[in-house]
């Protein structure tokens, strides 16, 4: 399928484009700054949906969908905002989703799910040509938040019985494959009961974890053996092994691979069970975690070689998104700006840094950081 993507941000606007470039739908990618100059150009592009910055300038995006809708009731339209208030408006003109800010790849992969189920489009130009919705294997994802998607990448809403069931099932698909010592279990969830009554906790869990997931139609076995249990996968997926399986057979970085690598570091959305915090996870999200900033650095060297200064400005604000509290993609981008000669770009990244480890931490930036900036500014001062 075609597609408009309308952002006054180009920063912005670049990310989204580089998600939906990803998308084995998306035929063409037509990108606007100005509302009015896409407007004009609607026709030309035949579009099948357009991802829209509600609030956009000149004109408020509500009232612009509203425009489109008017003169082309056929194009889906599909929101992008760091705002929910607008959501309500949104539906009320038949949008077919509202995506807040930062838009996760998988979530990117329902949207378009959901523009490709909503009817079977011929366009004009290519009568002949349909599209398709690919089915994928279930999958079971731990970046960013725990959740589990179809095989059309559409995410299946749980009703877990309690948070310790959902983390019973956390803890054993982390060591999946592998048999987990009952009494171990019942010392990681349930430390202050009484053994017995933690081993009753735990085999109430089990039986409404395996509902859970017949429920679901997900084929994932817990098998019971003597004082152990093991979590076997079966065709079911798991979005982190996926990823570390794609870091293993990446090919060398050369200008020909590196849309392989640049995937591989967008199918990274987030740590791992981060939104969970479970103390027993710390140890593995900081170990992926670890790997993914290893590969970006790798990849963004490559770009500077190349002198694909905005290509790498756009990784680093990818990183930004997924890893907010990340020191390193503000200093990172405040250089890269730098040699981009965009003076604006330098200041807001270092107060944004200074911003973020104010609220998280309580702490300035690092004397590195402080010392280049300094030196940055009264450089500048002196031109």
Same mark, same amino acid.
């Given at each position: 399928? @075609? =597609?408009?993507?309308? @952002? @006054?941000?180009?920063?912005?606007? +670049?990310?989204?484009?580089?998600?939906?470039?990803?998308?084995?739908?998306?035929?063409?990618?037509?990108?606007?700054? #100005?509302?009015?100059?896409?407007?004009?150009?609607?026709?030309?592009?035949?579009?099948?949906?357009?991802?829209? @910055?509600?609030?956009?300038?000149?004109?408020?995006?509500?009232?612009?969908?509203?425009?489109?809708?008017?003169?082309?009731?056929?194009?889906?339209?599909?929101?992008?905002?760091?705002?929910? #208030?607008?959501?309500?408006?949104?539906?009320?003109? +038949?949008?077919?989703?509202?995506?807040?800010?930062? =838009?996760?790849?998988?979530?990117?992969?329902?949207?378009?799910?959901?523009?490709?189920?909503?009817?079977?489009?011929?366009?004009?130009?290519?009568?002949?040509?349909?599209?398709?919705?690919?089915?994928?294997?279930?999958?079971?994802?731990? $970046?960013?938040?725990?959740? $589990?998607?179809?095989?059309?990448?559409?995410?299946?809403?749980?009703?877990?019985?309690?948070?310790?069931?959902?983390?019973?099932?956390?803890?054993? =698909?982390?060591?999946? !494959?592998?048999?987990?010592?009952?009494?171990?279990?019942?010392?990681?969830?349930?430390?202050?009961?009484?053994?017995?009554?933690?081993?009753?906790?735990?085999? +109430?869990?089990?039986?409404?974890?395996?509902?859970?997931?017949?429920?679901?139609?997900?084929?994932?076995?817990?098998?019971?053996?003597?004082?152990?249990?093991?979590?076997?996968?079966?065709?079911?997926?798991? #979005?982190?092994?996926?990823?570390?399986?794609?870091?293993?057979?990446?090919?060398?970085?050369?200008?020909?691979?590196?849309?392989?690598?640049?995937?591989?570091?967008?199918?990274?959305? !987030?740590?791992?069970?981060?939104?969970?915090?479970?103390?027993?996870?710390?140890?593995?999200?900081?170990?992926?975690?670890?790997?993914?900033?290893?590969?970006?650095?790798?990849?963004?060297?490559?770009?500077?070689?190349?002198?694909?200064?905005?290509?790498?400005?756009?990784?680093?604000?990818?990183?930004?998104? =997924?890893?907010?509290?990340?020191?390193?993609?503000?200093?990172?981008?405040?250089?890269?700006?730098?040699?981009?000669?965009?003076?604006?770009?330098?200041?807001?990244?270092?107060?944004?840094?200074?911003?973020?480890?104010?609220?998280?931490?309580?702490?300035?930036?690092?004397?590195?950081?402080?010392?280049?900036?300094?030196?940055?500014?009264?450089?500048?001062?002196?031109?």
């Amino acid at each position: 399928m @075609d =597609v408009v993507i309308i @952002d @006054d941000e180009p920063l912005l606007l +670049n990310i989204l484009k580089t998600k939906l470039q990803q998308m084995e739908q998306i035929r063409k990618i037509y990108t606007y700054t #100005d509302p009015y100059e896409a407007l004009n150009n609607i026709k030309r592009d035949n579009p099948e949906a357009i991802f829209l @910055d509600v609030e956009i300038k000149p004109i408020n995006g509500i009232d612009f969908a509203e425009v489109i809708k008017s003169k082309y009731p056929r194009i889906k339209i599909v929101f992008v905002t760091s705002c929910k #208030d607008y959501a309500i408006e949104a539906f009320d003109l +038949n949008a077919i989703d509202y995506l807040i800010r930062p =838009v996760y790849t998988e979530r990117l992969h329902e949207t378009i799910s959901r523009i490709c189920t909503d009817s079977v489009v011929k366009v004009k130009d290519y009568p002949e040509h349909t599209y398709e919705l690919k089915e994928y294997p279930k999958m079971v994802c731990f $970046f960013n938040s725990m959740r $589990f998607l179809d095989q059309c990448r559409k995410e299946i809403p749980i009703q877990w019985r309690t948070r310790k069931t959902q983390e019973l099932f956390a803890l054993l =698909v982390h060591h999946r !494959g592998k048999k987990l010592r009952k009494d171990l279990i019942v010392e990681e969830l349930w430390p202050n009961h009484k053994w017995q009554n933690g081993m009753s906790l735990l085999y +109430n869990s089990i039986y409404y974890l395996r509902r859970t997931l017949k429920k679901i139609n997900f084929n994932i076995e817990i098998k019971n053996e003597e004082n152990t249990y093991t979590l076997i996968m079966n065709d079911v997926k798991l #979005d982190v092994q996926k990823w570390q399986d794609k870091i293993d057979t990446l090919p060398e970085l050369t200008q020909d691979t590196y849309s392989h690598h640049k995937e591989v570091i967008h199918m990274y959305q !987030g740590d791992y069970l981060n939104e969970h915090e479970y103390h027993w996870s710390e140890m593995e999200k900081e170990h992926h975690r670890s790997i993914w900033l290893y590969h970006v650095r790798k990849v963004v060297d490559f770009l500077i070689e190349q002198e694909e200064f905005f290509e790498a400005i756009n990784l680093y604000h990818y990183v930004q998104e =997924v890893y907010p509290t990340g020191e390193e993609s503000y200093f990172n981008l405040m250089k890269l700006y730098n040699r981009v000669n965009n003076k604006q770009a330098v200041e807001t990244q270092y107060n944004m840094l200074r911003k973020v480890l104010q609220n998280e931490y309580q702490i300035e930036p690092n004397e590195k950081v402080q010392n280049w900036f300094k030196n940055w500014k009264s450089s500048r001062e002196i031109i």
